[in-house]
C-alpha cells in the first residue's frame, strides 16, 4: 500500500520553491528560512479528535493542518512546509489515506504550503494524524506567551464558542492578521485558544506572571455559541467561555496602540475584552469589586 500510494501523491503535490527534494526519499532537502525557523506539531486522534464514523476524513485532514496554522499564527509567523506522518488502520487504509490526504492536500494549496514528506503505517488501532509544521519568522520578533506587561490591553479575535457545530473541523488560521497587526502595532503576547478562551488566558498570564481584569460583556459571542444553548442546557457566555477549538488569537499590546487600531479595517474583528493586571489570576469588576472568575476548559470526551 505504502509504495503506490506515495507515488499517487508524488503526482499530486505541487513542487515549490521552499523544497527542494520531497516526496520519495529518506528526507527532505528544505530551503533554509529567513530570520528564524519556527516550528509546531500536533496530532488528531480518532474518538478523541474527531469521530471517523460521523466527520468527513478530508475535514479530518483538512483540521490536522489548520490547527498548527493557528500555532504558527499566534507565533506571528510565516508557514512554508509541511510533514505529515498517518497512523491508518487495517482495514480500508488506501481509502482512508486518500480521503484524509483530500483535506490536507486542500490545506496546502490555499496556504501555500510544500509537503516535504512524512511517514504512513498501518496497525490495528484508530486513525492518527500527525502534522509537522514549518515556517518562518523574523529575527527575535516571534510572539511569546511571557511578555504581557500590566496595563496592556487583551484583544480577542473573531467570535468564540459553539464550535462543536461545526467550526472545529473547518477552522480558519489567523495568518494574515497576525502579519497585519505585526506591521502596525507590538503585539506584547499571543496565544491561540484551541482550549477555551478562558483556560487559553490563563496560561498566557501566568507565562507572562501577570493577571487579567476582564469586561465579560465584552466577549464576542459566536451565533453557534447561541445556537448550542438552546439544547445544551449552558448559556452562550459559557460556551464563550469555555469552549474548545476556536482557534482564534489572543493578543495583548499596550491601550494606545488598541485605541489605534480601533479605527482599521483588519480583516478579522478584534475586539478588546479587558486589560492586563498585576494580580493573577482571571478577574471581573462588578459595582466597584473585583469577582475572581475561574478558567474553565474544552475536555475531548465531549466529543
Known amino acids: 500500500m505504502e509504495h503506490s500510494f506515495l507515488a499517487y501523491l508524488r503526482g499530486r503535490c505541487r513542487?515549490?520553491?521552499?523544497?527542494?527534494?520531497g516526496i520519495g526519499d529518506d528526507a527532505a532537502v528544505i530551503e533554509p528560512a529567513t530570520g528564524q525557523q519556527i516550528a509546531c506539531v500536533d496530532q488528531i486522534i480518532d474518538g478523541v479528535d474527531f469521530l471517523s464514523g460521523k466527520h468527513p476524513l478530508a475535514d479530518v485532514g483538512y483540521k490536522s493542518v489548520a490547527i498548527n496554522l493557528s500555532d504558527i499564527a499566534a507565533m506571528g509567523g510565516n508557514p512554508t512546509s509541511i510533514l505529515v506522518t498517518l497512523a491508518l488502520p487495517n482495514q480500508n487504509s488506501t481509502r482512508i489515506a486518500g480521503e484524509v490526504y483530500e483535506g490536507i492536500l486542500e490545506a496546502a494549496a490555499e496556504f501555500n504550503l510544500a509537503i516535504a514528506g512524512g511517514d504512513i503505517s498501518t496497525y490495528d488501532g484508530p486513525l492518527a494524524v500527525s502534522v509537522t509544521l514549518l515556517g518562518f519568522v523574523d529575527r527575535d520578533k516571534a510572539f511569546l506567551r511571557?511578555?504581557?506587561?500590566?496595563?496592556?490591553?487583551?484583544?480577542?479575535?473573531?467570535?468564540?464558542?459553539?464550535?462543536?457545530?461545526?467550526?472545529?473541523l473547518r477552522p480558519v488560521p489567523r495568518l494574515d492578521l497576525a502579519q497585519r497587526l505585526r506591521h502596525s502595532?507590538?503585539?506584547?503576547?499571543?496565544?491561540?485558544?484551541?482550549d477555551g478562551l478562558?483556560?487559553?488566558?490563563?496560561?498566557?498570564?501566568?507565562?507572562?506572571?501577570v493577571g487579567a481584569e476582564l469586561d465579560t460583556d465584552k466577549i464576542p459571542v459566536h451565533k453557534?455559541?447561541?445556537?448550542?444553548?438552546?439544547?445544551?442546557?449552558?448559556t452562550p457566555f459559557q460556551h464563550a467561555w469555555s469552549d474548545g477549538e476556536d482557534f482564534e488569537l489572543l493578543v495583548t499590546m499596550s491601550q494606545k496602540d488598541a485605541?489605534?487600531?480601533a479605527g482599521q479595517?483588519?480583516?478579522?474583528?478584534?475586539t478588546q475584552i479587558g486589560n492586563i493586571v498585576g494580580r493573577t489570576g482571571l478577574w471581573q469588576r462588578q459595582q466597584g469589586k473585583l469577582k475572581r472568575l475561574s478558567p474553565q476548559g474544552y475536555t475531548h470526551e465531549s466529543l
Open 259 to 261: 485605541d489605534i487600531l
Open 224 to 234: 453557534d455559541a447561541e445556537l448550542l444553548s438552546e439544547s445544551s442546557g449552558r
Open 146 to 168: 511571557s511578555n504581557a506587561t500590566e496595563g496592556d490591553a487583551i484583544m480577542v479575535s473573531g467570535a468564540v464558542g459553539g464550535s462543536i457545530r461545526g467550526r472545529h
Open 185 to 194: 502595532v507590538e503585539v506584547t503576547s499571543a496565544i491561540d485558544i484551541s
Open 15 to 21: 513542487k515549490l520553491t521552499q523544497v527542494t527534494v
Open 198 to 209: 478562558s483556560l487559553d488566558l490563563d496560561r498566557l498570564c501566568a507565562a507572562s506572571g
Open 265 to 270: 479595517e483588519l480583516g478579522t474583528p478584534l
